[in-house]
């Protein structure tokens, strides 16, 4: 099993809406980066209290990594929506500009 595959299985046992989970790695030149996004609403199943959760699953990926290989490292994204929420309209930024 690939690193990949094997954060997307824990990340679908922790959440209730394992079709939301969503994994892609993304390679670079000395490391690979392992994103993960899953539903709003199963964020803190996959942090944790105090990051717990998402310290075990970046110790599980660095024990599963071959020691020669490239550093893996796992980012818990923030999900699609919410970043699309946060981009400011042209609009609301002219209003800001006028107060």
Not at 28 to 35: A, L
Not at 41 to 66: E, F, L, N, W, Y
């Amino acid at each position: 099993m690939d690193v990949t595959s094997l954060v997307r299985f824990v990340a679908c046992s922790l959440v209730d809406k394992p079709d939301a989970v969503d994994v892609r790695e993304v390679e670079g030149p000395e490391s690979v980066v392992i994103e993960l996004r899953v539903d709003p609403d199963d964020m803190g199943k996959v942090i944790g209290k105090q990051g717990r959760i998402a310290k075990a699953i970046r110790s599980v990926v660095k024990a599963a990594t071959p020691k020669d290989g490239a550093h893996v490292f796992v980012e818990i994204q923030r999900p699609l929506e919410e970043l699309a929420e946060d981009v400011i309209s042209p609009d609301d930024s002219a209003e800001e500009d006028a107060e």
